[in-house]
């Protein structure tokens, strides 16, 4: 259709890990090479490129395996075990300079993230990224993935609950809504993440257009009244809390600030320590 911003989304073939991640960034150039030589060739009007940074296709499945097997505890040590500094440096810079290749041959960039970087970035480091496998490359359009299928398969019932605590500290970037599994949708849930996300997103990214074609929700979302009120249930705003809470402690303890982290905890153990022992002797 005329008028309308064609963006691309590369994706690797599936032995390639599928998904921009840590472990495949080196491959990024090759497949923008046959990018370009495709849309010279077929004379393509294009607005930007997408980077969709998540982890290789057959990280995340073997992720949710580890969660199933081992529960919290199971996964705690599979993600610390898996993180690696030196391969997460060297896949933020591949895919810089691939933003600025990009920005150099006249099209702009987004990139689609994982929510758990917004709390990653709290004390400073990029500790839950490496244990992800995943990179943050500033764009064009910083877009944050609030989907509730993230939260489904990690066995929580957020609600809306994970689009409003996320979409309050986007500070400018973006909320993509919806979810990557068609099953997970419903219009009704739909319709309520829209109208949190566009309280504080500049642009409501939705995902995922067969879905909404495949339910005939698509003519429907022009007249989805955004100011209307969002009943974020008790039960979700608990789950998102704990789930973020899990993150801000386990980037706490093995990012660059654990050094302060363990020492405030034995300073805390020990002054409730203190606290018990007093008590004991007060009431003998």
Not at 46 to 72: A, W
Not at 114 to 136: K, N, Q, T
Not at 224 to 251: E, H
Not at 260 to 276: D, N, R
Request: glycine share 10%.
């Amino acid at each position: 259709m005329r008028g309308v911003p064609v963006w691309i989304w590369p994706l690797h073939p599936m032995e390639d890990g599928y998904w921009l991640a840590t472990d495949n960034a080196e491959k990024l150039p090759g497949l923008y090479g046959r990018f370009s030589r495709w849309v010279e060739e077929n004379d393509l009007i294009i607005t930007g490129v997408m980077f969709d940074m998540e982890p290789t296709y057959d990280d995340v499945q073997r992720l949710k395996e580890v969660v199933k097997e081992g529960g919290i505890s199971g996964a705690v040590g599979y993600l610390v075990k898996r993180r690696d500094g030196d391969l997460h440096e060297n896949a933020v810079r591949v895919y810089a300079e691939m933003a600025d290749t990009i920005h150099d041959d006249g099209y702009l960039v987004s990139t689609f993230n994982y929510p758990y970087l917004i709390d990653d970035r709290r004390d400073g480091d990029d500790s839950i990224a490496e244990m992800f496998h995943v990179a943050f490359v500033p764009s064009d359009i910083d877009a944050y993935m609030l989907y509730r299928s993230f939260f489904k398969d990690s066995g929580l019932g957020t609600g809306s609950g994970n689009v409003a605590s996320y979409a309050v500290e986007l500070s400018g970037a973006s909320a993509s809504c919806g979810s990557y599994m068609k099953e997970y949708l419903d219009e009704t849930h739909l319709e309520a993440d829209i109208r949190i996300a566009a309280r504080t997103s500049p642009v409501v990214h939705l995902y995922n257009l067969e879905a909404l074609v495949m339910h005939g929700w698509l003519e429907g979302l022009s007249a989805i009244d955004q100011t209307a009120p969002v009943d974020v249930s008790v039960g979700g705003a608990a789950m998102i809390f704990g789930y973020r809470t899990f993150f801000f402690i386990l980037d706490l303890f093995v990012g660059e600030s654990g050094r302060f982290a363990w020492p405030l905890v034995f300073v805390i153990w020990g002054l409730c320590m203190g606290l018990v022992l007093r008590g004991g002797k007060k009431s003998s």
